[in-house]
């Protein structure tokens, strides 16, 4: 399409060699083929040329598009919206009181509803200013800002002027390596629309400067160092969307079309007269209005009547295509520019909005991040009368996750902070700080004040926990076996043989018994702390050494592995035995079975942590109908959507937790046989790799020592 005044055509270079060279021109690909009109030799295809249209100076034609066109407006409107609707976050050792007054500030004088503006003017015409208002500096706009000389409550608000009004950059350039500006223009003049037609001359220190879609520098020369307008690339697009629109519009109208032929009828308008040619207009008139599918149309014996109805085959198709091509010449998914949910099988436009977030990125930090640096030193001083030297901008993510998605963000976040300080590796107001400062970012722990984060602790307490993992509904083996860092353990027990005797411990001394033996062994492994007792069950003190009721155990000494026990705890008076006359009954259920300590050991440290990976064969024990079972699940697991996946994991993360500590408390107990049973019915949450098994000598000690406070409060409780 051709638009504008004096348009310059990119055509190709003559050949230097003449006439001779001119024959060989080729098209923009290299290729040309004479005899098969391909190339140069084509006039179809070497017609063709770009054209400057210059639409961006056409402000009048801008406008009209921006009011008129709903499709226009959402391509200017979008992205400017989006880069401020998630706004900033100010990044700086600062007390949230000062922050607040900082919000309210922005909120009083609508600073974030203004530089929308300034952003969409700019994506409109090409450029335009945001003017910081400073009171008492009315009469001083043509000279430098300095912001170490503002005065309180100075800032007024910001006034936004796009390049439609009048705004004329001036030659002159700002020569400073160290401004910001380097390299713009000085000063910029605005034509104010009033009767005297007064002109005002800003400094640039004083505005905020907003461009366009982008130019080479010789272009930009050209628009006065301003870029150009974003519906001047996408205009033909534009024009072919909406025509074909139009053009669809108009064949609904033709939809079904009813002819009525009459024999005689030339012969009528021939040699009749004009009353009675009116008289036939007037009649088919009347039929045409009566018509409907009860009534009764009057034919002659040599008339007749026909339907055409009219078949829009192929033209949604073609109108999806004029759409698919506006959308990816304004950069904005289809299903946001046109306000539609995604089409196809499985499909969720994910990746289309991430690239779309990843553009809006992209424009804040190279247009909204250099002006937000330039105006709020300026608001710093009018607020609180100085500049803090640590700030930073960072932007607020794009993307709102759903309800679903940021419940299991907030978990794995908050489960992350809380097994930090349980771990005694941060203190309780630091835990407070850390949950803050996520909460701001997925929107939760919104009610902690700072008078909390005053009150709470500032020393890092090891014994104190939050919540126990248990309680929480966690993974029991993801605290036992190395939750908090360390590497996860493979499996070494629910397929493995189990050895029918614990390893060798040391021999105990006189008094002690074959439990106590494997309880002292026990004690060396995970050494009782000395907040902790461990009570094994039908078990007699052993005294000193044996390692039961809190004694050290070999060797002694204390040392890493081996801290002071706890003192004696009393043993409570046992009531005197009854002799009973009468038999007694045998019991319903009959006793469990008490594992040694040692194989309890062995069965707990052999649990490890679900590995979704597929199952190879030769790797597995299980049958093979469950090994493609299980690779049929995970390509079903493949195919879900992002929310389906969050929700499904969610409930699985639920029922393994519930399975696992369940088979958790069992063989804490010492029911090996009950313990065994839960792992062989959900065999499926733990892995099967027997090369894996490999590794568990070596990274056993490691394990264990981090596993030691776990087991002791379980050993503790049951």
Same mark, same amino acid.
């Given at each position: 399409?051709?638009?504008?005044?004096?348009?310059?055509?990119?055509?190709?270079?003559?050949?230097?060699?003449?006439?001779?060279?001119?024959?060989?021109?080729?098209?923009?690909?290299?290729?040309?083929?004479?005899?098969?009109?391909?190339?140069?030799?084509?006039?179809?295809?070497?017609?063709?040329?770009?054209?400057?249209?210059?639409?961006?100076?056409?402000?009048?034609?801008?406008?009209?598009?921006?009011?008129?066109?709903?499709?226009?407006?959402?391509?200017?409107?979008?992205?400017?919206?989006?880069?401020?609707?998630?706004?900033?976050?100010?990044?700086?050792?600062?007390?949230?009181?000062?922050?607040?007054?900082?919000?309210?500030?922005?909120?009083?004088?609508?600073?974030?509803?203004?530089?929308?503006?300034?952003?969409?003017?700019?994506?409109?015409?090409?450029?335009?200013?945001?003017?910081?208002?400073?009171?008492?500096?009315?009469?001083?706009?043509?000279?430098?800002?300095?912001?170490?000389?503002?005065?309180?409550?100075?800032?007024?608000?910001?006034?936004?002027?796009?390049?439609?009004?009048?705004?004329?950059?001036?030659?002159?350039?700002?020569?400073?390596?160290?401004?910001?500006?380097?390299?713009?223009?000085?000063?910029?003049?605005?034509?104010?629309?009033?009767?005297?037609?007064?002109?005002?001359?800003?400094?640039?220190?004083?505005?905020?400067?907003?461009?366009?879609?982008?130019?080479?520098?010789?272009?930009?020369?050209?628009?006065?160092?301003?870029?150009?307008?974003?519906?001047?690339?996408?205009?033909?697009?534009?024009?072919?969307?909406?025509?074909?629109?139009?053009?669809?519009?108009?064949?609904?109208?033709?939809?079904?079309?009813?002819?009525?032929?009459?024999?005689?009828?030339?012969?009528?308008?021939?040699?009749?007269?004009?009353?009675?040619?009116?008289?036939?207009?007037?009649?088919?008139?009347?039929?045409?209005?009566?018509?409907?599918?009860?009534?009764?149309?009057?034919?002659?014996?040599?008339?007749?009547?026909?339907?055409?109805?009219?078949?829009?085959?192929?033209?949604?198709?073609?109108?999806?295509?004029?759409?698919?091509?506006?959308?990816?010449?304004?950069?904005?998914?289809?299903?946001?520019?046109?306000?539609?949910?995604?089409?196809?099988?499985?499909?969720?436009?994910?990746?289309?909005?991430?690239?779309?977030?990843?553009?809006?990125?992209?424009?804040?930090?190279?247009?909204?991040?250099?002006?937000?640096?330039?105006?709020?030193?300026?608001?710093?001083?009018?607020?609180?009368?100085?500049?803090?030297?640590?700030?930073?901008?960072?932007?607020?993510?794009?993307?709102?996750?759903?309800?679903?998605?940021?419940?299991?963000?907030?978990?794995?976040?908050?489960?992350?902070?809380?097994?930090?300080?349980?771990?005694?590796?941060?203190?309780?107001?630091?835990?407070?700080?850390?949950?803050?400062?996520?909460?701001?970012?997925?929107?939760?722990?919104?009610?902690?004040?700072?008078?909390?984060?005053?009150?709470?602790?500032?020393?890092?307490?090891?014994?104190?926990?939050?919540?126990?993992?248990?309680?929480?509904?966690?993974?029991?083996?993801?605290?036992?076996?190395?939750?908090?860092?360390?590497?996860?353990?493979?499996?070494?027990?629910?397929?493995?043989? /189990?050895?029918?005797?614990? @390893?060798? !411990? +040391?021999? &105990?001394?006189?008094?002690? =018994?074959? $439990?106590?033996?494997? *309880?002292?062994?026990?004690?060396?492994?995970?050494?009782?702390?000395?907040?902790?007792?461990?009570?094994?069950?039908?078990?007699?003190?052993?005294?000193?050494?044996?390692?039961?009721?809190?004694?050290?155990?070999?060797?002694?000494?204390?040392?890493?592995?081996?801290?002071?026990?706890?003192?004696?705890?009393?043993?409570?008076?046992?009531?005197?035995? /009854?002799?009973?006359?009468? @038999?007694? !009954? +045998?019991? &319903?259920?009959?006793?469990? =079975?008490? $594992?040694?300590?040692? *194989?309890?050991?062995?069965?707990?440290?052999?649990?490890?942590?679900?590995?979704?990976?597929?199952?190879?064969?030769?790797?597995?024990?299980?049958?093979?109908?469950?090994?493609?079972?299980?690779?049929?699940?995970?390509?079903?697991?493949?195919?879900?959507?992002?929310?389906?996946?969050?929700?499904?994991?969610?409930?699985?993360?639920?029922?393994?937790?519930?399975?696992?500590?369940?088979?958790?408390?069992?063989?804490?107990?010492?029911?090996?046989?009950? $313990?065994?049973?839960?792992?062989?019915?959900?065999?499926?949450?733990?892995?099967?790799?027997?090369?894996?098994?490999?590794?568990?000598?070596?990274?056993?000690?490691?394990?264990?020592?981090?596993?030691?406070?776990?087991?002791?409060?379980?050993?503790?409780?049951?």
């Amino acid at each position: 399409m051709s638009r504008g005044k004096g348009k310059a055509a990119a055509r190709p270079a003559a050949h230097p060699a003449g006439a001779a060279g001119a024959a060989v021109r080729r098209a923009g690909d290299g290729y040309a083929n004479a005899l098969a009109f391909l190339g140069e030799s084509s006039p179809l295809l070497s017609g063709g040329v770009f054209e400057r249209s210059e639409l961006t100076r056409q402000t009048e034609l801008l406008t009209a598009a921006y009011r008129e066109s709903w499709l226009a407006k959402r391509i200017i409107d979008m992205p400017s919206d989006d880069m401020t609707r998630a706004w900033y976050t100010l990044s700086a050792n600062l007390p949230e009181a000062d922050l607040r007054r900082l919000k309210l500030l922005e909120a009083r004088h609508s600073v974030k509803q203004e530089l929308t503006a300034a952003l969409r003017w700019a994506r409109l015409y090409g450029g335009s200013l945001a003017l910081m208002v400073i009171r008492g500096e009315e009469d001083r706009l043509d000279r430098p800002m300095d912001p170490d000389f503002l005065l309180p409550d100075c800032f007024q608000g910001l006034l936004v002027l796009d390049r439609a009004q009048g705004i004329e950059p001036s030659l002159e350039r700002v020569t400073d390596l160290e401004d910001p500006d380097f390299g713009l223009p000085m000063y910029y003049t605005v034509h104010l629309q009033t009767e005297a037609g007064a002109a005002v001359r800003l400094h640039h220190s004083r505005v905020l400067r907003f461009v366009g879609r982008e130019l080479p520098a010789l272009e930009a020369e050209r628009e006065n160092g301003w870029g150009a307008s974003e519906l001047e690339h996408i205009w033909d697009e534009l024009m072919k969307r909406s025509a074909t629109s139009a053009n669809i519009a108009q064949l609904v109208f033709q939809a079904n079309l009813r002819t009525l032929k009459v024999g005689d009828y030339g012969e009528a308008l021939a040699m009749g007269t004009d009353q009675q040619i009116q008289s036939l207009y007037k009649m088919l008139e009347r039929q045409n209005r009566i018509m409907n599918s009860q009534g009764v149309q009057l034919l002659g014996a040599e008339d007749s009547m026909e339907q055409h109805p009219y078949t829009f085959t192929g033209i949604a198709e073609m109108y999806e295509k004029f759409c698919m091509n506006m959308a990816g010449a304004a950069e904005i998914p289809a299903t946001k520019l046109f306000g539609r949910s995604p089409e196809g099988m499985n499909a969720t436009g994910e990746s289309d909005m991430k690239n779309y977030y990843s553009m809006i990125s992209q424009l804040q930090e190279r247009t909204l991040k250099p002006a937000l640096e330039k105006l709020l030193p300026v608001m710093f001083m009018s607020e609180w009368g100085q500049i803090p030297d640590d700030y930073d901008i960072v932007f607020n993510p794009i993307d709102t996750p759903t309800p679903t998605e940021r419940a299991g963000i907030n978990a794995q976040l908050t489960g992350t902070v809380i097994q930090a300080y349980n771990g005694g590796l941060i203190s309780q107001k630091t835990a407070l700080k850390e949950l803050i400062s996520q909460g701001t970012e997925i929107g939760a722990w919104g009610k902690i004040s700072p008078e909390d984060v005053e009150k709470a602790s500032d020393e890092v307490d090891t014994g104190e926990e939050m919540e126990d993992p248990m309680a929480m509904g966690e993974d029991p083996m993801a605290a036992m076996m190395g939750a908090a860092g360390g590497p996860e353990m493979p499996l070494e027990g629910p397929q493995a043989p /189990m050895e029918e005797n614990p @390893p060798e !411990a +040391p021999e &105990a001394p006189q008094g002690g =018994t074959e $439990a106590q033996t494997e *309880q002292d062994s026990l004690s060396r492994t995970f050494p009782p702390l000395n907040r902790f007792t461990v009570e094994i069950e039908g078990e007699e003190d052993g005294g000193p050494g044996s390692g039961n009721f809190n004694h050290p155990g070999y060797p002694r000494g204390g040392g890493a592995l081996n801290p002071p026990s706890a003192p004696k705890i009393p043993k409570a008076p046992t009531a005197p035995k /009854m002799q009973m006359a009468t @038999p007694k !009954a +045998p019991s &319903a259920k009959p006793p469990v =079975t008490k $594992a040694p300590v040692g *194989q309890r050991l062995k069965f707990l440290t052999g649990l490890a942590r679900h590995e979704d990976k597929p199952v190879e064969k030769g790797t597995n024990p299980r049958p093979a109908q469950q090994v493609k079972q299980a690779n049929r699940e995970r390509k079903e697991w493949s195919n879900l959507s992002l929310s389906q996946k969050v929700q499904g994991a969610s409930e699985q993360n639920r029922h393994m937790a519930q399975v696992k500590g369940e088979a958790v408390k069992a063989a804490i107990k010492g029911d090996l046989p009950k $313990a065994q049973a839960i792992v062989n019915k959900n065999e499926h949450y733990w892995s099967h790799s027997p090369e894996a098994a490999a590794k568990v000598q070596s990274e056993t000690l490691q394990r264990q020592k981090k596993a030691r406070p776990f087991i002791q409060r379980l050993f503790n409780r049951h």
